[in-house]
Each structure stands twice: as C-alpha cells, then as structure tokens.
C-alpha cells in the first residue's frame, strides 16, 4: 500500500525495540536453514500451491515484494554463493526465498517478519505497521544487498546481478565528438508513465532512451576548431609556416600570445581542439576568452542502457502530483512477456542502442553480445489509491511445476495456461499467462531475468518451424 507523501518508511527505533531486534535477528541467523527436498510432494501438488504470507497488519508491501523476489532463480543462485550469504540480509533473504519456494502439499503461510527484523537490526531503525509503498521497500533491499556485495571486494570490477548502469552523453551533429556526461547505476530501473489513456512497456522504454536534439549549444570542440581556423589564417597572413602535424612537441605551461607567436598559438590550440576531452576540458583562461561565441551547433543529448543485469527489476511510477495532491495514474500499461534491450558497452555509436527495445520471443535474439532478451517472471500490482491500497504478486512457477502440468495433461497445452501463481498474501491460485499480461491498469513493478541461450535457441527453432507451417497454409 503506498504511503501518503509525508509517510517513512523507517522510523528510529527506541533502545528496547532496538534489543527486540536484534533478538529476532539471532534467533533467524542461528535457526537451521531451510532444506527443500522436492520427491517429497507429487506432480500435482507442486503445480497447485506455493507458500503464501500472513499479513497481520498491513504488510501486503512486504509480502509482494518478497514473493517478487523468489521468482527470481537468478538471484536465489547468486545469494547461494560463498562470496555474499555470510552477509546478514544476503542470508537473510536466502532463508526467506528458500522458505518461499519450498514445494509443499498443502496451503501453507509463512511471515515476513523474520526477514524483516534482520532488515531493522541492520538500519538499527522500526518499521513503521502502516502502509508502505512496495518499490520504496523493494529498492532499500535491493541497495543493502549491492553494499554487502561490495564489501566482499576491494576493487569496483563486478556486480551483483540485479545491478545495471546507464549512461548520459552528448554528440555534436557538427564535429560528431561525443562525450559522456554521467554514468549512473540502478538496481530498479523507474519508468514514468505518461498521463494518458494507454501505453506499452517498450514505448515507456523508448522515450526513456530517445535522443533529444538541443540547437544553439556551444560546443567547445566546434569552438576551438573555429579558433584554430582563425590562428591559421594569421600565419597564412604573415608567410609563415606552420605544420598540421606536427603539435606533439607543444608545450602547454605557457599559452603563446597570437599577435606574438601566431604559429605556437595555432599549434596550442590544435592540440587542444584534436584532444579525444575536446568537448569538456578545462582551458586556459587566455583561450576561453578567444573562444568565438557566435559558433553555434545542434547536439543530441541522450541515456542509453551501458550495464545490462542478469536481473531487471523495473518499477512503473504511477505517481502524479499537481502541485497540491498526489494521486494515482491509471493509464494502461501493455506488458510483454519478453522484451530485448541493447547495450551501448562497446558500441562506437551511442546513436546505435538508443531506444531499440523491441517486443520479441525469446528466439529472436542475434547471439550479438550487446543485446539481452528478457522474460517475464514477477510482477507486483496495486489496486486502490495513490495513498490507500493492496498489493498483490504474480510469481511464475518454476519448471518442475509446469513440466508437471504438462504431464498430467498429455502435452504442451495445459502448462501455458496456467503457468503461473497469484499470491494476495496467505491466498494463491493458479492463473495463466494471458491474466498475468491483462494487469495492465494496476501493474506497478515487473521482474524480468535474461533468457538462457539454450532456451533462446530452442525457440528461435520452434518459432521457424511454425512461421513455415503457416507460410505451407496460404
């Protein structure tokens, strides 16, 4: 349930709460840790219940964001590794998804409240019993777990797998330099969603990574070529002789005078203007006042996805305040249960990974090493208001669930029907693919994780096979 803007999340805890605490985490840290053994519940069992949780007291923030986060394979394998499950909330949350995943025979609920004690001890902070909002919760441990992964390490290389980055750069369109003005991590990527009656995630994506083109911006690269044409045609004035390429042994402690040493200066701001930080380097003050202000150029200002994550968490911001109020933004969003996105890492041309999102089977991927294609495993709703409301969570079964199905159907049709689980705390039921993808006025956060390429594979051949089935039929 999403709290009113002046609601916290965390509030500071009183010395006897704080000792409450830290009991609750001793006794979850030091409990036996959770052993699943799956022969011990049958086929239809398995593909029938998961574990729910029980949400006393408003906790239906927590609880959708805990069932999200055991959708995830990827991050249950990561938090299994020696290098971060000696960390309290890495355990912790181990514990937790372990716990979640258990195959079982009948309805069965957990709490919450065990994981979140470790996540109180460790802000040595309360969490408040009113309504939350699930991504503010879903961010906070999601940026706890990133701090442990890096005190596991001395050096920046690496990280976790739900982490990604992206990067801010400008290119003029008349000297074409491009430079990166910011690179910023994310552990959930937020998307705004325009007031409007209905959209698509690939649009939200689109315009998150379209180019902008910005007239009159004065580039200092196109500046200091302009300069370097005006010292030039100095020399040229006076019969002088000044070598194009030879700048290397140009010195940079003293600028020369133009009027004085008009070949020095030209070779000065040559080198200046051929340096790959053309566009952003400090100058000497003598040189930024020489600069021509009346060079003008267009330049295209742009984000572009750099760090691809194993995981990808995105939250849809459906927030809208006026001024006065903030209230919620019911616009339609269009799911897809798999998405592809392109990476700018080693792509000369920024230009390349703008906004080529594409809506896609997992087949369709190239094997290019900079595009990753996504599916759909998780997904967070909110029915209500901005400040009043229930969170619920659609969790994809996991394969020994659906193969199961499918057994007991006699083939590949009943698994696609209901591949899935909602959870609406201690309450599951089994739904299909196409109610999940319905969501499309309520969903507030999806979890995505990579396509193994043998899966990739197999349905880039299925989808062939059946392209040329319907191309026989006309």
């Given at each position: 349930?999403?709290?009113?803007?002046?609601?916290?999340?965390?509030?500071?805890?009183?010395?006897?709460?704080?000792?409450?605490?830290?009991?609750?985490?001793?006794?979850?840290?030091?409990?036996?840790?959770?052993?699943?053994?799956?022969?011990?519940?049958?086929?239809?069992?398995?593909?029938?219940?998961?574990?729910?949780?029980?949400?006393?007291?408003?906790?239906?923030?927590?609880?959708?964001?805990?069932?999200?986060?055991?959708?995830?394979?990827?991050?249950?394998?990561?938090?299994?590794?020696?290098?971060?499950?000696?960390?309290?909330?890495?355990?912790?949350?181990?514990?937790?998804?372990?716990?979640?995943?258990?195959?079982?025979?009948?309805?069965?609920?957990?709490?919450?409240?065990?994981?979140?004690?470790?996540?109180?001890?460790?802000?040595?902070?309360?969490?408040?019993?009113?309504?939350?909002?699930?991504?503010?919760?879903?961010?906070?441990?999601?940026?706890?777990?990133?701090?442990?992964?890096?005190?596991?390490?001395?050096?920046?290389?690496?990280?976790?797998?739900?982490?990604?980055?992206?990067?801010?750069?400008?290119?003029?369109?008349?000297?074409?330099?491009?430079?990166?003005?910011?690179?910023?991590?994310?552990?959930?990527?937020?998307?705004?969603?325009?007031?409007?009656?209905?959209?698509?995630?690939?649009?939200?994506?689109?315009?998150?990574?379209?180019?902008?083109?910005?007239t009159g911006y004065g580039c200092q690269s196109c500046r200091l070529a302009a300069l370097a044409g005006t010292a030039r045609r100095v020399v040229q004035a006076r019969n002088l002789q000044?070598?194009?390429?030879?700048?290397?042994?140009?010195?940079?402690?003293?600028?020369?005078?133009?009027?004085?040493?008009?070949?020095?200066?030209?070779?000065?701001?040559?080198?200046?203007?051929?340096?790959?930080?053309?566009?952003?380097?400090?100058?000497?003050?003598?040189?930024?006042?020489?600069?021509?202000?009346?060079?003008?150029?267009?330049?295209?200002?742009?984000?572009?996805?750099?760090?691809?994550?194993?995981?990808?968490?995105?939250?849809?911001?459906?927030?809208?305040?006026?001024?006065?109020?903030?209230?919620?933004?019911?616009?339609?969003?269009?799911?897809?249960?798999?998405?592809?996105?392109?990476?700018?890492?080693?792509?000369?041309?920024?230009?390349?990974?703008?906004?080529?999102?594409?809506?896609?089977?997992?087949?369709?991927?190239?094997?290019?090493?900079?595009?990753?294609?996504?599916?759909?495993?998780?997904?967070?709703?909110?029915?209500?208001?901005?400040?009043?409301?229930?969170?619920?969570?659609?969790?994809?079964?996991?394969?020994?669930?659906?193969?199961?199905?499918?057994?007991?159907?006699?083939?590949?049709?009943?698994?696609?029907?209901?591949?899935?689980?909602?959870?609406?705390?201690?309450?599951?039921?089994?739904?299909?693919?196409?109610?999940?993808?319905?969501?499309?006025?309520?969903?507030?956060?999806?979890?995505?994780?990579?396509?193994?390429?043998?899966?990739?594979?197999?349905?880039?051949?299925?989808?062939?096979?059946?392209?040329?089935?319907?191309?026989?039929?006309?």
């Amino acid at each position: 349930m999403p709290a009113a803007a002046n609601s916290r999340l965390i509030c500071i805890a009183t010395a006897v709460a704080s000792l409450a605490v830290s009991a609750a985490a001793y006794l979850l840290f030091y409990s036996p840790a959770v052993i699943r053994n799956d022969d011990d519940v049958d086929d239809e069992q398995r593909q029938r219940y998961t574990v729910g949780l029980h949400n006393p007291s408003n906790d239906c923030f927590a609880n959708s964001v805990l069932q999200a986060l055991s959708s995830s394979s990827v991050l249950e394998s990561y938090l299994a590794t020696d290098r971060v499950r000696q960390y309290k909330l890495s355990s912790a949350l181990l514990i937790m998804i372990s716990d979640l995943n258990t195959p079982i025979r009948y309805a069965r609920a957990s709490s919450p409240w065990p994981f979140l004690h470790v996540l109180e001890s460790i802000f040595k902070s309360r969490i408040s019993r009113t309504q939350h909002d699930a991504h503010e919760l879903m961010h906070l441990i999601l940026q706890t777990l990133t701090d442990e992964y890096a005190a596991t390490t001395t050096t920046t290389a690496g990280a976790p797998p739900f982490e990604g980055s992206t990067l801010d750069s400008i290119t003029c369109q008349q000297c074409f330099r491009t430079t990166t003005t910011s690179r910023c991590k994310f552990v959930v990527l937020t998307l705004p969603v325009p007031q409007q009656s209905s959209t698509t995630v690939q649009d939200l994506l689109a315009k998150l990574l379209a180019p902008e083109y910005v007239t009159g911006y004065g580039c200092q690269s196109c500046r200091l070529a302009a300069l370097a044409g005006t010292a030039r045609r100095v020399v040229q004035a006076r019969n002088l002789q000044a070598d194009d390429d030879d700048d290397d042994d140009v010195g940079v402690d003293v600028v020369p005078k133009l009027a004085g040493d008009p070949v020095g200066y030209y070779k000065y701001v040559c080198k200046l203007a051929n340096s790959a930080a053309s566009m952003t380097a400090d100058l000497p003050a003598e040189i930024e006042h020489d600069l021509p202000r009346t060079v003008r150029s267009t330049i295209v200002r742009q984000t572009s996805l750099h760090d691809l994550p194993g995981l990808l968490i995105v939250q849809l911001s459906r927030s809208i305040f006026d001024g006065h109020a903030s209230s919620r933004n019911d616009c339609a969003v269009q799911v897809s249960e798999f998405i592809t996105l392109y990476s700018s890492a080693g792509v000369s041309s920024l230009l390349y990974s703008a906004a080529t999102t594409t809506t896609t089977t997992a087949g369709d991927d190239d094997g290019l090493a900079n595009k990753k294609t996504y599916r759909l495993v998780g997904m967070i709703r909110h029915s209500g208001t901005h400040s009043a409301g229930h969170y619920e969570c659609y969790k994809r079964k996991p394969p020994q669930a659906s193969t199961a199905t499918e057994r007991l159907a006699g083939g590949p049709q009943q698994p696609r029907q209901r591949q899935w689980w909602r959870i609406s705390d201690e309450k599951v039921w089994q739904v299909s693919t196409s109610e999940v993808l319905k969501q499309t006025g309520t969903a507030y956060m999806l979890v995505y994780e990579t396509v193994p390429i043998a899966q990739q594979q197999r349905r880039r051949r299925k989808t062939t096979k059946q392209r040329q089935q319907d191309l026989n039929k006309i």
